[in-house]
């Protein structure tokens, strides 16, 4: 069985100092736990931020390209 990657839109919100930012990042990943893992990593990574400071509001496949 073959497992092909999807692409996910993840929307939510991480804290820059006093205020909180919003994002919007499309994914791939193979599933939508998968895609929320990569976004704390991502997001995490690149800002420096624990977990606790990021916040997902919603995670959608998308369609196409």
């Known amino acids: 069985m073959v497992m092909t990657d999807l ?3 993840v929307t939510g919100k991480y804290q820059e100092r006093k205020a909180w930012k919003s994002f ?3 994914i791939v990943a193979p599933n ?3 895609a929320e893992e990569r976004t704390f990593a991502v997001i995490g990574s690149k800002h420096h ?6 916040k997902i509001n919603t995670i959608t496949p998308v369609n196409g390209e």
């Open 7 to 9: 692409n996910f839109e």
């Open 24 to 26: 919007n990042k499309v």
């Open 32 to 34: 939508e736990k998968v």
């Open 49 to 54: 931020l624990l977990r606790c400071f990021i």
